[in-house]
């Protein structure tokens, strides 16, 4: 037999359920919102990061898969202190501008991934005055660059950030003539999605970080057979930097 008032206390359970997970969904949407007048209505916010050595580690490259020599990551002064201000393209954030340092963080990232690669490492330089003592000059330039902070494909729950670069990637010679060269569009990259952050501009810092390494190694990845076809190593014998060779 079934006791009495099973049904009615079984039917109270369920109510308290439905109330605990209607009050968790309200939370959520509290926080949510909180979220995005923090960031959707922050008139004349203006936040800067700055280049993070910690985003992007050394590469570790086995002995026999180095390059001899040493390269040099050759950048314009006016490309190193190029400096991208700007809001993101959603709606989110959009009263908000982000400084990002990206001639900073294009050489120190491009010397970082090069520099795993090569037997003595890599140095980088504003002029080209010492391109003959290195194995490879390359030249890193980004020439395209947005963010944004997406929320409605999470359904007003959490914020994704993204993050879109295009880079170009030359060796160059002692003259600085492009002897190859190659263009990448990362797409629109998307970090993970976060409930809360009182830092989403370092979320796009890291991701930009985390781009421009992957767009070298990609470049380091096809520039692999004109590499190997250069003169030896630095030291006396010719480079890149001195090399007629193209592909």
Known sequence: MVPAGTSAENSREKNGETDSMSVRCALKYIVAMAMFAALASGAGCSYTVAYAPDYVKPEKVEAKDLFDGKVLVYMEPADVDYVYKGSPGTL?????????????ITREVTR??????????ADSATSLDTAGAYRVVVRPRVTSYSYAYHQ??????????????????ALVNGAGVPQWSRSYDSGEVKAGSYMMSFKPEEKVNRLTH???????????QEAAEFMRSLPGPAGGSPSAADSGAGA
């Open 112 to 121: 970082t991934v090069w520099a795993g690669h090569f037997a003595s490492g």
């Open 92 to 104: 989110t954030g959009g009263a908000t501008t982000l400084s990002v340092p990206i001639g900073i």
């Open 152 to 169: 409605l494909e999470n359904l007003g729950f959490a914020i994704t950030p993204g993050v879109r670069v295009t880079l170009d990637v």
């Open 210 to 220: 985390q781009i421009v390494a992957d767009l070298n190694r990609k470049a380091l």
